[in-house]
Structure formats: structure tokens, C-alpha cells
């Protein structure tokens, strides 16, 4: 049994509703891996009984999503991600797996409001190709960054700096810096200072000057990072067709930014990850986007 089926198991025990339970699956869900989003559904599929569980209807709902999800196309656990810590605010994961492979580069993912890239991040994870990477995800809550990461920064531009320690300490390239909803903003600017070859924003919701002032930050070489003068090399903008601010902020960015390109998921309003990923395009686009395949062991 993994540790995190051990805490959902003591938080089951102490619960006495739905919603205090619902409190440790979302918490849970929110940095857990997908072999241990496998784990979570044995241990659940084992207790699936409405005469003996009394969290059986819960539990029925969680497990539901987890055999969609991990039958979508491109969906796999195969890579076995592992958490090398976890800290309040922030969590490393890396790759296993790969016998000669070394991971040398960094994803940094800045999550929104809701501290996940619009879906839970064992399917975040779940969807990235086979290579050896480090990903770093990072959560502010509602102060979207500018207070900082709690017990770790103090506002956005020591954020920014202390990322860029951490891949200057484990010998790692910042490869790709993604964000949502409002965390795009932070991880636009972050990206361009630490100098991303990529920058993946879905559901960018304003970009206004009063905005903008708020995460700008300093490059390697001193220079304060501004959107100004970023030219948007390597930015995909994602955003939902029904959404119409988001269209509009994502249409004034590339009016900013001329060399940011706009991806319309169809059908799609705020939350532009989701469909993507039931669609099997968040799959292809991060293959696209965040490296080349390799096959396990190799």
C-alpha cells in the first residue's frame, strides 16, 4: 500500500462527511502521481461494497474517473513518475525508468487558484511523453504568485529566483514553463526570465498594464523581464472558443508578443486543458512541446 492510500485510509477513518473527505481526496489529488492514483483505485476497488463502506458512493464516483481517464488515448503511467519531495507549496517530480538516461532538463508548471493545471496532477503527469525530466509544480492559492510561494519565497520575483536556483543546483535546463488560468501571466513573465525555450499558457484571463506590473522580475543578466519587449518566442496561447475574455486576452497578447501563437480548443470555455485531454491532444501537444519520446529503459 503506498503512503498516500495510507493517508486517504486514516482520513477515511476520522471523517464524519463527505466534504471533510472530499478536503483530503482533492488535497491528494493535487500532488499525486498516476501509479499512485492506480494505488488509491486498487485499495478503493477492494472496499467496493455499499453494505460495508460507507464511503462507497464516493469512492464509486472517484474510481468512475479514473477508469476514463486512464483509458484515454495517451494517458499512460508507464514513465513511473516519482515525487522527490513535496513541500506545501511546491513539488518535484522526476522520471524513472530510463537506464542511461540522466534527466538534464526542468518543466515548471505554475498552477492556478485551484493549486492544479485544471485537472488533477496525476493526469497532468499521466499525458507528458516518455523522457527523462524533472517537473517542478508550483501553488499559490488565490495570490496567484504575488506573495510569493509560502516557507519558500516571499513575492513573484524571489519565486522566479529561487527556480532558477534550483535548476542552477541540480544541473538542470528550465526547458519549458507552463501555466493556467491565472497563473499564465506569472509563468509567461517567469518563463522569458528564465530564459524557456517554451512557454504553454491555457486560459490566459487578463493581461492588462496593472497586470503586468505585477510579475515583472529580473533576467539572468539583471535586466528587468517586461512583456514589452518580449517578442513571444516559443508561447502557445490555448483558449477556449466559448470563452470569449479569454480570446480577447489571448488576441492582445499576440498583439504584444508577434511571435506567440493562439491554439482555439473548440467547444472549450475556461478550463481548456480538460477537453484537451480527453481529446488525446494534450498527449500530442505535450510531445510536441516538452521533448522527443523514448522508450523506457532505453
Request: aromatic share 8%; charged share 25%; net charge positive.
Given at each position: 500500500?503506498?503512503?498516500?492510500?495510507?493517508?486517504?485510509?486514516?482520513?477515511?477513518?476520522?471523517?464524519?462527511?463527505?466534504?471533510?473527505?472530499?478536503?483530503?481526496?482533492?488535497?491528494?489529488?493535487?500532488?499525486?502521481?498516476?501509479?499512485?492514483?492506480?494505488?488509491?483505485?486498487?485499495?478503493?476497488?477492494?472496499?467496493?461494497d455499499p453494505e460495508t463502506n460507507k464511503?462507497?458512493?464516493?469512492?464509486?464516483?472517484?474510481?468512475?474517473?479514473?477508469?476514463?481517464?486512464?483509458?484515454?488515448?495517451?494517458?499512460?503511467?508507464?514513465?513511473?513518475?516519482?515525487?522527490?519531495?513535496?513541500?506545501?507549496?511546491?513539488?518535484?517530480?522526476?522520471?524513472?525508468?530510463?537506464?542511461?538516461?540522466?534527466?538534464?532538463?526542468?518543466?515548471?508548471?505554475?498552477?492556478?487558484?485551484?493549486?492544479?493545471?485544471?485537472?488533477?496532477?496525476?493526469?497532468?503527469?499521466?499525458?507528458?511523453?516518455?523522457?527523462?525530466?524533472?517537473?517542478?509544480?508550483?501553488?499559490?492559492?488565490?495570490?496567484?504568485?504575488?506573495?510569493?510561494?509560502?516557507?519558500?519565497?516571499?513575492?513573484?520575483?524571489?519565486?522566479?529566483?529561487?527556480?532558477?536556483?534550483?535548476?542552477?543546483?541540480?544541473?538542470?535546463?528550465?526547458?519549458?514553463?507552463?501555466?493556467?488560468?491565472?497563473?499564465?501571466?506569472?509563468?509567461?513573465?517567469?518563463?522569458?526570465?528564465?530564459?524557456?525555450?517554451?512557454?504553454?499558457?491555457?486560459?490566459?484571463?487578463?493581461?492588462?498594464?496593472?497586470?503586468?506590473?505585477?510579475?515583472?522580475?529580473?533576467?539572468?543578466?539583471?535586466?528587468?523581464?517586461?512583456?514589452?519587449?518580449?517578442?513571444?518566442?516559443?508561447?502557445?496561447?490555448?483558449?477556449?472558443?466559448?470563452?470569449?475574455?479569454?480570446?480577447?486576452?489571448?488576441?492582445?497578447?499576440?498583439?504584444?508578443?508577434?511571435?506567440?501563437?493562439?491554439?482555439?480548443?473548440?467547444?472549450?470555455?475556461?478550463?481548456?486543458?480538460?477537453?484537451?485531454?480527453?481529446?488525446?491532444?494534450?498527449?500530442?501537444?505535450?510531445?510536441?512541446?516538452?521533448?522527443?519520446?523514448?522508450?523506457?529503459?532505453?
Amino acid at each position: 500500500m503506498s503512503v498516500v492510500s495510507q493517508v486517504l485510509d486514516r482520513a477515511r477513518l476520522s471523517a464524519t462527511t463527505v466534504n471533510q473527505l472530499n478536503q483530503t481526496i482533492i488535497a491528494l489529488e493535487n500532488i499525486i502521481t498516476p501509479s499512485e492514483a492506480q494505488s488509491i483505485n486498487e485499495s478503493m476497488t477492494v472496499r467496493a461494497d455499499p453494505e460495508t463502506n460507507k464511503w462507497d458512493s464516493r469512492e464509486t464516483t472517484w474510481r468512475d474517473q479514473f477508469t476514463q481517464w486512464s483509458t484515454v488515448r495517451g494517458f499512460s503511467y508507464s514513465h513511473k513518475f516519482v515525487r522527490v519531495w513535496n513541500r506545501p507549496s511546491a513539488t518535484l517530480y522526476k522520471t524513472t525508468g530510463f537506464k542511461r538516461k540522466t534527466p538534464k532538463n526542468l518543466v515548471v508548471l505554475f498552477t492556478g487558484g485551484a493549486n492544479r493545471m485544471m485537472v488533477p496532477s496525476w493526469i497532468f503527469l499521466g499525458n507528458f511523453p516518455r523522457r527523462p525530466v524533472y517537473v517542478l509544480m508550483v501553488r499559490s492559492g488565490w495570490s496567484f504568485y504575488v506573495e510569493g510561494l509560502r516557507g519558500l519565497t516571499d513575492d513573484f520575483p524571489t519565486t522566479v529566483e529561487w527556480i532558477r536556483e534550483l535548476a542552477d543546483e541540480m544541473g538542470l535546463t528550465v526547458d519549458t514553463v507552463m501555466g493556467s488560468s491565472g497563473a499564465s501571466l506569472p509563468a509567461l513573465s517567469a518563463g522569458h526570465a528564465l530564459g524557456a525555450r517554451r512557454r504553454l499558457l491555457f486560459g490566459l484571463p487578463q493581461i492588462s498594464a496593472d497586470e503586468i506590473a505585477r510579475y515583472q522580475c529580473d533576467d539572468r543578466d539583471g535586466a528587468t523581464s517586461r512583456i514589452a519587449r518580449d517578442e513571444g518566442r516559443g508561447v502557445r496561447l490555448f483558449a477556449g472558443s466559448e470563452d470569449a475574455r479569454d480570446l480577447e486576452t489571448a488576441a492582445e497578447a499576440c498583439r504584444r508578443m508577434p511571435r506567440a501563437k493562439v491554439e482555439i480548443v473548440v467547444g472549450a470555455r475556461h478550463n481548456v486543458v480538460e477537453p484537451l485531454a480527453r481529446q488525446g491532444a494534450l498527449h500530442r501537444l505535450l510531445q510536441k512541446h516538452s521533448g522527443t519520446w523514448l522508450r523506457p529503459g532505453s
